[in-house]
């Protein structure tokens, strides 16, 4: 079993290189790295022309930060080692299922609606996993020195995205598996629903004033999660508007919160100036943390 595990392991490894460089080489329209490109591209130009916090500057405070925590991510982070363990993590999980004798997690079948369906289906429960995900990296102590570091952003743009400690890859991906897997989705292909997700985080980062008029009371949007990253937060509060790409969440369960709109209100949190300023600091804070 060791051997097939380490087989699944090194596939891993040789299949996402081939993977990315395919990505990266050619370009077409059914291509991540590239969509990521465009769309940050595209949303980092409408910040420049219809900037909300018209004092910033167009290559503010960490933009190649948070450039780089955007590609690594996305891309590198797999490449090193997440995607070969997580195949073997897959792997071992269904391998301890069937000792007793589950071999199909699948509780629910849907695999015969209409795909919008399907992917509409996907997108609302995905994203309210992701609120409570996100919850929990804020009201738990050893996992909120992680969060920390998408927290650490002072200045928002698109970028501010993905800048974020590749465990909370780790966190979201884990508590998310078995409750998707349990419903028999009959998509092959997620490509639009990861697009999607990623053109709504990119412009809740961005230096735009958009509330979608009485969309704002489903979409998240940029005004709303501007506070999510305020500095002052209701007293008593662990974080305000945890929502991902849907408000929904925050007010159905009491947690929106938008005083006002000043884009200028302070980012971060308690004592920001001590944070580490680089990448590898960044990513060892929570290790090497003082008490």
Known sequence: ????????????????????????????????????????????????????????????????????????????????????????????FNDFLGLFGIENMVAIQVGNWPVWAQFLLMFVIADFIQWNVHRLLHHNPWLWEFHKVHHSVTQMGFAA????HWMETIVYKSIQYIPLAMIGFGLADFFILHIVTIAIGHLNHANVKITYGPLKYLLNNPVMHLWHHAK?????????????????????FGTAYIPNENENEPLGFDHIEEFPKTFWSQITYPWNKKN
């Open 1 to 92: 079993m060791f051997q097939e595990y380490f087989k699944i392991f090194l596939d891993g490894y040789y299949g996402y290189w081939n993977y990315l460089s395919s990505e990266i080489l050619r370009p077409s329209w059914h291509n991540y790295f590239w969509w990521l490109v465009g769309l940050s591209v595209i949303v980092w130009m409408v910040e420049l022309i219809f900037p909300w916090r018209k004092n910033q500057a167009a290559i503010r405070e960490d933009f190649w930060l948070d450039g780089f925590y955007m590609f690594f991510n996305f891309f590198i982070f797999s490449l090193i080692v997440y995607n070969s363990v997580s195949n073997v993590a897959v792997e071992a």
């Open 161 to 164: 995205h993905l800048r974020y």
């Open 232 to 252: 002052n937060l209701p007293v008593g509060s662990h974080g305000v508007n945890y929502g991902i790409s849907l408000s929904l969440w925050d007010y159905l």
